[in-house]
Each structure stands twice: as C-alpha cells, then as structure tokens.
C-alpha cells in the first residue's frame, strides 16, 4: 500500500500519446522485474509489458509496436510509453514490481494503485 505511486493517465483521442510512471517509494536494495497491467470493466487483468533489471523487455501482442516499457533505476521508476492509442486500451493500468528493501534478503511483490486511461473521439 502506497509503495508504487502511479500518474500519468488521463483521456487521450484515438492515435494520441501517454507516458505512464510508477515510482517506487522507501529505502530499497534492489528492485527486480517490473511489470504494466490492464484491466477493462468485467475483464482479467492482463499483463501489458515486462523489464528485468538487466532491461529485457517483453510486450503483449496487443501492443507490441506501439507501447515502450523503460526503468530509471536511479529514480526507482518504471515508464510505459504508449503511443498510436487505440479505444481498446482504454482500462485501468497497474504497475507491479518485485522489491527487495534495504536491510533484508526478502523479496515481495506490490502492486501501484491503478491509473485510468481512456481513448475516445
């Protein structure tokens, strides 16, 4: 709760442009793979794009081409661009990532608290 910080949606026209952040917050050692979900009214959350620590990427077929995943490992931030929007990636758009804080040898997984996206004309 409150560990991963999300802004950037918003109500974008069809082919339009957003940039999403979630920031994670407190004292951390390392910060693991960090993952973007969607989730429309009635549907499952769906895993959007994924990066490791070591900048590996991967992207749902929906959106490959389109949507960019990038980390700040400085700002412990994970980014996802999204551009060429079309209405069927209007949802709510989560952040997860898998944290290991300063002091400890634990890892644990959080979740951002959603940030809604919305493409319509």
């Known amino acids: 709760q409150g560990q991963l910080v999300e802004s950037g949606g918003g109500l974008v026209q069809p082919g339009g442009s957003l940039r999403l952040s979630c920031a994670a917050s407190?004292?951390?050692?390392?910060?693991?793979?960090m993952r973007w979900y969607r989730q429309a009214p009635g549907k499952e959350r769906d895993v959007v794009a994924t990066?490791?620590?070591?900048?590996?990427?991967n992207y749902a077929d929906s959106v490959k081409g389109r949507f960019t995943i990038s980390r700040d490992n400085v700002k412990n931030t994970v980014y996802l661009q999204m551009n060429s929007l079309k209405p069927e990636d209007t949802a709510v758009y989560y952040c997860?990532?898998?944290?290991?804080?300063?002091?400890?040898?634990?890892?644990?997984?959080?979740w951002g608290q959603g940030t809604q996206v919305t493409v319509s004309s």
């Open positions: 997860n990532a898998d944290l290991s804080r300063s002091g400890t040898m634990t890892w644990n997984n959080y």
């Open positions: 407190g004292s951390i050692r390392s910060i693991g793979t």
């Open positions: 990066i490791t620590n070591g900048g590996i990427t």
